[in-house]
């Protein structure tokens, strides 16, 4: 629920509390020395029950007494110049009520009676679109429309001749608006900086033309052995498929070298009709590149190819899935225009799918030579994808160090959603923590968060599976501790049925906690709690019958002490 910040935060730890608030009156903070020391031998002289020990030298004066020092440190308390509750909520207040302004985009509003086209510039606007400077393959100087990965709608999607299409150039995913004559150019820059970013990357191309190496070696042998096959006849590979011998003759491939994975694939045959493209139910044969997609579209065949090259694909799969999750891609491209998140701010948006989808084609395109590698390419696709989504889904899990290797059974057409935070709340509050759920905070179903990161020291992004119906700010939890809410008060909370449930009173009931600190002669002893010493201590007050009206010892008082951080939520009321 955290940007990862490389704490050793996991785990279990020890607590030191004290009755001294660490109140400071300077503009510039004061500074603090702890010493954690042994009381060994000196219980009953801290209690009470013993008279403190006199000096030989003159009896009527009490004895310093030396204590071992066990550890210590020193900090600086800063006067709190920042309030969680008010930047947080005025994240809300900006939006004047309206929660269509917490969308990524620039708000704008139409004119009064606007022609057609400015009404279709302010639609592309209130869309997330920005327009920017263009120059055509011919030199001329115009503009296009940019979006980038984050978007105020939900995106259509690309029409694609298949599921598993592969953009193959960056000008196959150029859009022109016939009406207007202008260019969509938003997932053309995605492809070309998918294919910059691999580029830039020796390591990846390196994994990814070595993968490809392997799987044409694997292609290769399987259509030697299809087309040498006694049962393999002028009509090329279309009768094999149809009359589903297919595994039949992947059998010679065993007593060669293509190892024991296959053998494990090929001892579970496929049920009857099972794994069939309907498409291959046909008795006119097809072209040879048509039958090859075919062949290669077949389940069993991309599961035989998975399996031999899954150590190959491993490091491409893993550099991929960080590029779907946007790692590396620049802050301009994911928001092109500032003033869709001005300071102060947070912004909802959806992730365009489109967008990750042309970004990994970009990736994928480099080493791209020949008809061979864009068929491999495309026929691959599908695999790919669903390795990519499975290792999206465990990055955040593998960064912190929780991953259990296993894939989520989550639905792969989930859609993802997020926030995009740019505030002091982000640079003050380092742990922030943002928690999504699906239906309410106390019912509802926590979504997992497949990214959380601070982009800079005031802008966090937050990426999660699905939709949220509410978004949970808390502060950070390492800042549990004893201490005084805002107001000089304690949240009183109940001691059982159930015990830390608020009761919905504060103590002292008219504010003003500083009536129980120890009386002082200058600054010695300042802002010490008079925990249980007379009837004007805190315990002895706050049993009294118009607060707890009961007994309390040292366990319940802590409770009471308590200062848990805030949490403040924003709910989508359309989902309720």
């Known amino acids: 629920d955290q940007a990862i910040l490389g704490f050793e935060d996991k785990g279990w730890f020890s607590v030191v509390a004290g009755n001294r608030l660490l109140k400071t009156?300077?503009?510039?903070?004061?500074?603090?020395?702890?010493?954690?020391?042994?009381?060994?031998?000196?219980?009953?002289?801290?209690?009470?029950?013993?008279?403190?020990?006199?000096?030989?030298?003159?009896?009527?004066?009490?004895?310093?007494?030396?204590?071992?020092?066990?550890?210590?440190?020193?900090?600086?308390?800063?006067?709190?110049k920042l309030n969680f509750k008010e930047l947080v909520e005025n994240f809300a207040t900006q939006s004047g009520g309206v929660a269509d302004n917490l969308l990524l985009r620039l708000n704008v509003k139409a004119p009064e009676h606007p022609d057609s086209n400015t009404k279709a510039v302010v639609t592309r606007l209130q869309n997330g679109y920005v327009p920017l400077n263009y120059v055509t393959s011919s030199g001329e100087k115009t503009f296009s429309w940019f979006r980038g990965p984050f978007t105020p709608v939900i995106a259509q999607p690309l029409p694609r001749s298949s599921e598993d299409f592969h953009f193959p150039c960056t000008s196959s995913t150029m859009i022109y608006?016939?009406?207007?004559?202008?260019?969509?150019?938003?997932?053309?820059?995605?492809?070309?900086?998918?294919?910059?970013?691999s580029l830039a990357d020796s390591a990846f191309c390196q994994a990814l033309l070595q993968y490809r190496k392997k799987a044409y070696n694997i292609v290769g042998k399987l259509i030697d052995v299809l087309k040498t096959a006694d049962e393999a006849t002028e009509a090329d590979l279309t009768q094999i498929i149809q009359n589903s011998v297919v595994l039949d003759s992947f059998k010679a491939i065993i007593t060669q070298d293509a190892g024991k994975s296959l053998t494990r694939v090929l001892a579970n045959p496929v049920p009857a009709g099972v794994g069939k493209n309907p498409s291959l139910q046909t008795t006119t044969p097809g072209s040879p590149?048509?039958?090859?997609?075919?062949?290669?579209?077949?389940?069993?065949?991309?599961?035989?190819?998975?399996?031999?090259?899954?150590?190959?694909?491993?490091p491409v799969v893993q550099w991929l899935a960080r590029l779907q999750l946007l790692y590396n891609v620049p802050f301009s491209h994911l928001v092109p225009d500032q003033l869709s998140l001005p300071v102060e701010s947070m912004r909802f948006f959806y992730v365009d799918q489109n967008w990750l989808d042309c970004l990994v084609d970009g990736a994928i395109s480099i080493g791209v030579q020949s008809s061979k590698d864009s068929f491999f390419n495309s026929v691959m696709r599908g695999v790919i994808n669903d390795a990519v989504t499975a290792e999206t889904k465990a990055i955040r899990d593998k960064l912190l160090g929780t991953a259990t290797g296993d894939s989520e059974p989550d639905s792969t057409k989930e859609a993802l959603t997020g926030i995009l935070i740019r505030s002091a709340v982000v640079s003050g509050w380092p742990g922030l923590v943002v928690?999504?759920?699906?239906?309410?905070?106390?019912?509802?179903?926590?979504?997992?968060?497949?990214?959380?990161?601070?982009?800079?020291?005031?802008?966090?992004?937050?990426?999660f599976l699905d939709i949220p119906d509410t978004i949970i700010l808390a502060e950070p939890q390492q800042g549990l501790c004893f201490g005084v809410e805002d107001g000089s008060i304690i949240n009183l909370r109940q001691l059982t049925n159930p015990p830390g449930k608020p009761t919905g009173n504060n103590f002292p009931a008219s504010g003003g906690f500083e009536t129980f600190f120890r009386p002082t002669t200058g600054d010695l002893g300042s802002d010490v709690i008079n925990i249980n010493d007379g009837a004007n201590s805190v315990v002895q007050t706050m049993q009294q019958s118009h607060y707890l009206n009961t007994t309390i010892g040292p366990a319940q008082?802590?409770?009471?002490?308590?200062?848990?951080?805030?949490?403040?939520?924003f709910t989508n009321i359309t989902s309720k």
């Open 25 to 80: 009156n300077s503009p510039n903070g004061t500074r603090f020395y702890v010493h954690l020391v042994s009381l060994e031998g000196y219980y009953d002289i801290m209690s009470g029950a013993a008279p403190w020990p006199k000096k030989k030298s003159n009896p009527t004066q009490d004895k310093d007494i030396a204590l071992a020092s066990l550890y210590n440190w020193t900090f600086l308390s800063q006067p709190e």
């Open 177 to 197: 608006d016939n009406t207007t004559g202008i260019f969509d150019q938003s997932y053309s820059a995605a492809w070309s900086m998918g294919r910059a970013l």
């Open 289 to 314: 590149v048509n039958v090859a997609k075919s062949f290669f579209s077949d389940p069993s065949v991309q599961d035989l190819l998975k399996e031999e090259v899954k150590d190959d694909l491993i």
């Open 435 to 463: 928690k999504g759920y699906k239906g309410d905070y106390e019912t509802g179903t926590k979504l997992k968060m497949l990214r959380m990161d601070r982009l800079s020291p005031n802008v966090l992004l937050c990426v």
């Open 557 to 569: 008082f802590a409770m009471e002490m308590v200062k848990a951080p805030q949490e403040i939520s």
